[in-house]
Antibody, heavy 125, light 107 residues
Framework: QVQLQQSGPGLVRPSQTLSLTCVIS??????????WNWIRQSPSRGLEWLGRTYYRSKWYNDYAEYMKGRISVSPDTSQNQFSLQLNFVTPEDTAVYYC???????????????WGQGTQVTVSS | DIQMTQSPSSVSASVGDRVTITCRAGQGVSRWLAWYQQKPGKAPRLLIY???TLQSGVPSRFWGSGSGTEFTLTISNLQPEDFGTYYC?????????FGQGTHLEIK
């Protein structure tokens, strides 16, 4: 059974960096059949995909277009985990952040299972 | 980005009822659609993928159908534990996108 356990601070100051970690059990961050994602949820914007990392003979990343330049998702093979860094945060980045495994199906279709428990992150001074 | 629109935004039903939630995609996504259930303070839980395939452990009273741009999630014989918010997610185009959610209340 795959489980994802998130950790990281719940309060981040404006213009600082948001950093979260997701520890994987029951699967490998280096698996070549899944991807490892960060998704956030807020009342105003709903569920938003942020970015992912995955291994296919080498490491790849994809990011939401509106996040490019501010976001980094990186694997840590030694700890079997992956992390999110979001720079220059503003109050609009206040949300619940989730990590999730992306299962790849036919024709590169995909869905998310399982999800981490979620981390409420508030951006405030 | 592919816009996903759910209806209704909220529904109230009684135990034993049948409930149907609709999800429309802004462009065709073949059958690459997933449904999730979320309860307050918890992460979304995958119920159905590829439009109609039930995730392991999900009760058979949950049923998905559709293809292209229109999809439905049907819950038959509604149970008290089925309350929560339901989301669709398209798994065809990048970036993956979600519907805005349908809140299900048990009367």
């Amino acid at each position: 059974q795959v489980q994802l356990q998130q950790s990281g601070p719940g309060l981040v100051r404006p213009s600082q960096t948001l950093s979260l970690t997701c520890v994987i059990s029951g699967d490998s961050v280096s698996s070549n059949s899944v991807a490892w994602n960060w998704i956030r949820q807020s009342p105003s914007r709903g569920l938003e995909w942020l970015g992912r990392t995955y291994y296919r003979s080498k490491w790849y990343n994809d990011y939401a277009e509106y996040m490019k330049g501010r976001i980094s998702v990186s694997p840590d093979t030694s700890q079997n985990q992956f992390s999110l860094q979001l720079n220059f945060v503003t109050p609009e980045d206040t949300a619940v952040y989730y990590c999730a495994r992306e299962v790849i199906g036919e024709k590169y279709s995909s869905w998310y299972d399982p999800w981490g428990q979620g981390t409420q992150v508030t951006v405030s001074s | 980005d592919i816009q996903m629109t759910q209806s209704p935004s909220s529904v109230s039903a009684s135990v034993g009822d049948r409930v149907t939630i609709t999800c429309r995609a802004g462009q065709g996504v073949s059958r690459w659609l997933a449904w999730y259930q979320q309860k307050p303070g918890k992460a979304p839980r995958l119920l159905i993928y590829a439009a109609s395939t039930l995730q392991s452990g999900v009760p058979s009273r949950f049923w998905g159908s559709g293809s292209g741009t229109e999809f439905t999630l049907t819950i038959s014989n509604l149970q008290p534990e089925d309350f929560g918010t339901y989301y669709c997610q398209q798994g065809d185009g990048l970036p993956r996108t979600f519907g805005q959610g349908t809140h299900l209340e048990i009367k």
